[in-house]
């Protein structure tokens, strides 16, 4: 024990703990949210300091001197530091890595907060030098040093637009001592406001709405619960005007970052600004400068997918997340974190308001809005004239699906064209097919390193891993038998061939993460989509979600059963969602939609409660279920998992972890295995899990904190890879 003055830092490693080191010599004033390099090990590190305490359980003697700090003031103000501080609490994962979350790369690693440039200044010879002579003898270096006496410093940039060709006459103004180059300090002028377009006046709903999220101010969770099409970003837009005329700012979380260019239009049209984009696509200096306009103020509106949830903001006012149901918002590695969970835990914190969006509400938000917890709007009917979209359910034991689509659904297709609509065929399977058999000896393709089957794609005439990414060329005969191969089952490549034979005049577009890999893909297929240029879309999740495609007016679902009969209990939420996200693109303009849904279960009562009742109905009968079965939003979950080259070392860590939990005050909490997670061998690796149900929050957490510190000390833990996931939303 020591009483010296130390400081304690966070340091990118995986360990909890922070790390006590005695001040560098001769520092000035060192607060928390500023970084120092600090000797860790035989490396220097970048390391935050996250407080400044009077004394160390260390002695003195063990304890290192920091080194210098990088940065003159604080990078993360207390707000930004209390954030880090609680997500690494209630993730239990190790501190320095949340900072390392919450960091753009470029301060990761220790650069400049700062922008600096580089920028020409007159020097005092510069200033009395006589310019009528320099015009006479030079007058492109008279030009420049003109420029530089009306003001100086000039950035490059600045020079660029003011004396076309200035880099010529730099050297003979230097050479004669009448300017400098210096580094300043890159600081953009605000963003400009552009002229607004009000949008439609609100209709009774959205009045409401608006008038309640209007009569709170502080800390609320509200919650949009409006049928897609209802007008939902209207509201959200109402709500981001009023902060902004406030002087306040404004983050906007998007589940990804292929929603935004419809809603970086609205914005820039309803409220005449610019949002800054802050996704982990921007190139890492992009995203730094976005980062520092969040935290200086400069932008008032910031768009961004989960990981934006960090950014720190000098004034803020509002947090919209849109799509709150979305799993798009937990990370599902390194700290998994919820995005949304933190925007609430944020906003608390700052005393602002949050307000979430959905059309198919996640069953923890419907909950949380039953208790009182959240205040709950309702948009019940879609804005404007559009109607809902009409249901109906193809049972494919009486109109057997050839090549997945079934006569109904091919007429409605039919129908849809000659009506001059659009068409959107929905297949939550990418590639050709999801299986490769052989029909000889029944063998089925499978990956070498993963218990899982290879799929078929037809582009590169492949089999590939969706699991660990493996691909080898595709087997045409059978490596036993030596019959011929056959693709079985359907993917979005193998219907998008199949609807190319059946409508040869028509143009197929295809959207799915394949499809849209190369740059500018995507842009090009959604304007294709957008225009109604393309009548017929094939797609993925990645079509489902958000977009507004004026002219379609039929959805098909291929295949929905493999939802009803999931093993996860959130798979009746999930295919819900789904399918209400995927049938709310159809109609929303002046025609009524049509969604076919083809299934070889109709009789499901899954199907009568979403076909009479919609999700809502959807939503009552899973939180029945949830509660009879003590399953979250009732119950908290965590799982540890835990990974290794053999099957035994990563049974015998959670065997490990499950003994020390039962020696650790486990009351109030149920231990669920050690058993081999469904997916057993992953890129090669043995996979186990053990799980962690608990009444509440509290008594979770009480368990979880020592024993991840006791796992984390464990000789086990260096043979295995291992995590903590708290709230899990995928248990398999
Ligand atoms: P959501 O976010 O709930 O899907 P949007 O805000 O995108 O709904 O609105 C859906 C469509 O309805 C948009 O084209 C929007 O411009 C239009 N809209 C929204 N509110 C109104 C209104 N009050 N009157 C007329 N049209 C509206
Ligand atoms: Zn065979
Ligand atoms: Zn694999």
Not at 107 to 117: D, E, I, M, N, T
Not at 298 to 327: K, N, Q
Request: glycine fraction near 8%; charged fraction near 25%.
């Amino acid at each position: 024990m020591s009483r010296a003055r130390v400081l304690r830092v966070a340091v990118n490693v995986p360990l909890a703990r922070l790390f006590d080191y005695l001040p560098p010599d001769g520092a000035g004033t060192l607060v928390p949210g500023m970084r120092l390099r600090v000797p860790f090990g035989r490396r220097r590190q970048v390391a935050m300091l996250m407080d400044v305490a009077e004394g160390s359980e260390l002695p003195a003697e063990r304890l290192r001197r920091a080194g210098a700090p990088i940065d003159e003031d604080a990078v993360l103000g207390p707000d930004d530091l209390w954030l880090i501080r609680f997500a690494s609490d209630y993730y239990h994962h190790p501190i320095g890595e949340v900072v390392a979350a919450a960091l753009p790369a470029a301060l990761r690693q220790g650069g400049p907060v700062a922008a600096r440039v580089t920028a020409l200044a007159l020097t005092a010879a510069g200033r009395d030098a006589d310019a009528a002579r320099l015009a006479r003898r030079a007058p492109r270096q008279a030009e420049l040093l003109d420029a530089l006496r009306a003001h100086s410093p000039l950035t490059e940039h600045a020079l660029d637009g003011a004396v076309p060709g200035w880099r010529r006459s730099r050297k003979g103004l230097a050479d004669k001592g009448f300017i400098e180059t210096l580094e300043v300090a890159d600081t953009p002028p605000p963003l400009a406001a552009a002229h607004a377009v009000p949008g439609p006046p609100p209709n009774a709903e959205q009045r409401q709405a608006l008038e309640d999220l209007r009569a709170h101010s502080g800390f609320g969770v509200s919650l949009l619960d409006g049928v897609t099409g209802s007008g939902k970003t209207e509201v959200y837009l109402h709500r981001v005007a009023d902060a902004l005329a406030d002087g306040r700012q404004v983050l906007m979380l998007v589940p990804e970052i292929g929603l935004t260019p419809q809603l970086v239009r609205r914005v820039r049209e309803r409220i005449g600004i610019e949002p800054l984009l802050l996704h982990s696509s921007l190139p890492d200096n992009a995203r730094l400068h976005a980062w520092r306009r969040a935290r200086d103020g400069s932008a008032p509106l910031l768009l961004g997918t989960r990981s934006a949830v960090f950014t720190p903001l000098s004034r803020p006012g509002l947090i919209v997340v849109d799509e709150e149901h979305d799993a798009s918002y937990k990370q599902q590695e390194g700290l998994r974190y919820s995005a949304r969970d933190l925007a609430i835990a944020r906003a608390k914190q700052l005393d602002i308001p949050v307000i979430l969006g959905s059309a198919t509400p996640s069953l923890e938000t419907v909950l949380r809005c039953r208790q009182g917890a959240y205040r709950r709007h309702v948009l019940a009917a879609r804005a404007g004239n559009a109607l809902p979209p009409l249901l109906r359910l193809v049972d494919l034991n009486r109109h057997p699906a050839a090549d997945g689509l079934s006569a109904p659904l091919l007429a409605a297709i039919d129908r849809t064209l000659k009506a001059q609509g659009q068409a959107l065929i929905f297949l939550n399977r990418r590639g050709f097919a999801p299986t490769l058999i052989c029909p000889g000896c029944g063998k089925i393709a499978e990956c070498s390193r993963c218990d899982a089957r290879m799929t078929v794609h037809a582009a590169g005439k492949q089999l590939r891993c969706h699991h660990c990414g493996a691909s080898r060329p595709l087997e045409r005969v059978c490596p036993d038998c030596g019959s011929a191969c056959r693709p079985l089952g359907q993917g979005t490549e193998r219907i998008e061939e199949t609807l190319a034979a059946h409508y040869p005049s028509q143009t197929v577009t295809r959207i799915d993460s394949d499809s849209t890999r190369l740059k500018g893909t995507m842009d090009r297929a959604l304007a294709l989509a957008t225009s109604g240029e393309s009548q017929i879309l094939v797609g993925t999740q990645m079509l489902s979600k958000g977009h507004h495609f004026p002219n379609l007016t039929l959805v098909g679902v291929v295949n929905a059963d493999q939802g009803l009969f999931s093993t996860d209990f959130r798979g009746g939420e999930r295919l819900a969602q789904s399918l209400v996200q995927v049938a709310g693109r159809a109609g929303r303009e002046r025609r009524q939609g049509e969604v076919i849904i083809q299934t070889a279960f109709a009789a499901h009562p899954f199907w009568q409660r979403l076909m009479s009742g919609g999700y809502a109905d959807v939503a009552e009968f899973a939180l029945a279920e949830r509660e009879a079965a003590a399953w979250p939003p009732y119950t908290r979950l965590a799982l540890i998992r835990a990974s290794a080259a053999e099957r035994t070392a990563a049974h015998r860590f959670l065997d490990d972890a499950r003994r020390k939990a039962l020696q650790l005050d486990a009351a109030g909490v149920r231990l669920l295995g050690p058993v081999s997670a469904p997916m057993e061998r992953r890129a090669g690796r043995y996979r186990a899990q053990l799980l962690i149900q608990s009444g509440g929050r509290q008594a979770l957490h009480a368990l979880l904190r020592p024993l991840r510190m006791q796992l984390e000390a464990s000789h086990g833990a260096r043979q295995v890879r291992w995590s903590i996931d708290v709230d899990p939303i995928e248990l398999f």
